[in-house]
């Protein structure tokens, strides 16, 4: 690496860069993200493609991970992989160019495959990087940049809308500019980091300890409460619903920016309060769960749906902060990357079975009974797992 170990500020300036680049990737696609659903409607998608989309993309932008995070280890080609997963998002501003639901889709998973490739060989570089001055101020002021772009992006995508007199190919179009801004800023990251990473790996002394049940009880009470969480996607499908016949769909982005909003306050206080009680803290978003798809289902206004977004941003924080942590408690270090693994896998897949279980449950007009005992079922079940974790 091209930067002297003891000098801090070069440290500092590198954390900085890559928190730049994070910053303008995430206004493009967390811009995107909260216009998507609604464009998709407007192509003339179903519920349960939406639901199936987004779920989908979940999935894949975490299963990737496995392969793409083992491959990058192996070939020490990090930048090779943060440059194409990076690169992909071009994708998002090329959905101005879709005409139909079906290319669209095609175009949102680019940009998810794009995350599980880049994703790994990111935090790699960055750990490397933070060696001189700690991660965790690191990923603290990585994610602190990261987060301003998420609640930018939307912000920026919903007033588009509205000076554009809703007009989606605008908006994707201008999302061009951001992208420029990231390729550019990631090339000067490049230069200031060096290309050329090297990891000295220490072999563990003693015998390598294997994952306990109570790790994957953990793993199986995360999955169960994302199964009864209601996707963020359909939650501004209903907003689309509602909005689209007014012309109003502007208003659509401005939801996930208060979702983005909630995220950010909600983060920090979780990882601290993690910190202090531990893993048993994770009961009370499992129960915050249950809101969400209530609100969503049962509401017939705007409101509703405000309060749902509201519930689902506490939720969001949390698994962005407290859920990946609480993986360390039940996994030995040596063994830790596997676990993360394992955790990733089985989070997105339950992702992508909500998603679709969400969506046909909309499409075929369920009654809210029968949506809110598996809702409740799932998250009964979900803390029943997570207290089985933590006392084994």
């Not at 978003?285 to 509401?299: D, E, L, M, N």
């Not at 079975?353 to 598996?374: E, Q, R, V």
């Amino acid at each position: 690496m091209k930067q002297k170990s003891g000098d801090r500020r070069s440290v500092y300036a590198a954390i900085i860069l890559f928190g730049v680049v994070s910053l303008f990737g995430d206004v493009v696609y967390e811009g995107a993200r909260g216009l998507i659903p609604d464009y998709l409607y407007y192509l003339g998608a179903t519920a349960l493609i939406v639901g199936l989309v987004g779920g989908l993309g979940e999935f894949l932008g975490y299963i990737i991970r496995l392969g793409s995070g083992s491959l990058s280890d192996k070939t020490r080609a990090y930048w090779f992989f943060i440059f194409l997963g990076y690169g992909l998002i071009v994708s998002i501003p090329l959905l101005g160019l879709a005409w139909t639901w079906e290319i669209a889709i095609v175009l949102v998973l680019m940009e998810r495959i794009g995350k599980g490739l880049r994703a790994p060989s990111r935090d790699t570089v960055l750990s490397i990087v933070s060696k001189d001055v700690g991660p965790g101020k690191a990923f603290g002021l990585h994610e602190l940049l990261d987060q301003v772009g998420a609640v930018l992006g939307p912000l920026v995508v919903g007033l588009l809308m509205l000076h554009t007199f809703n007009n989606y190919q605008e908006t994707f179009n201008f999302l061009f500019l951001p992208f420029l801004f990231l390729v550019i800023f990631l090339g000067v990251t490049r230069k200031k980091v060096g290309c050329r990473i090297y990891v000295k790996e220490k072999t563990p002394s003693g015998k390598n300890k294997g994952l306990e049940r109570s790790f994957y009880l953990y793993t199986l009470a995360v999955s169960l409460n994302t199964l009864g969480l209601i996707p963020v996607a359909l939650i501004l499908y209903q907003a689309s619903v509602l909005l689209q016949p007014i012309g109003q769909q502007w208003l659509v982005p401005m939801i996930y920016t208060l979702i983005q909003g909630v995220d950010a306050i909600i983060a920090p206080v979780a990882g601290y309060v993690f910190d202090k009680f531990g893993v048993k803290v994770l009961a009370f978003p499992f129960i915050v769960s249950v809101f969400p798809p209530f609100f969503t289902i049962a509401g017939t206004g705007l409101e509703h749906l405000i309060i749902a977004s509201m519930f689902f941003g506490v939720v969001l924080g949390m698994q962005e902060s407290i859920y990946r942590a609480a993986v360390s408690r039940f996994a030995p270090i040596q063994v830790r990357g596997t676990a993360y693994g394992i955790f990733n896998a089985a989070f997105g897949t339950a992702f992508l079975i909500s998603g679709g279980i969400f969506g046909l449950l909309f499409d075929l007009g369920a009654p809210l009974m029968l949506t809110l005992l598996f809702v409740v079922s799932t998250q009964v079940l979900a803390i029943g797992a997570l207290s089985r974790a933590y006392t084994k």
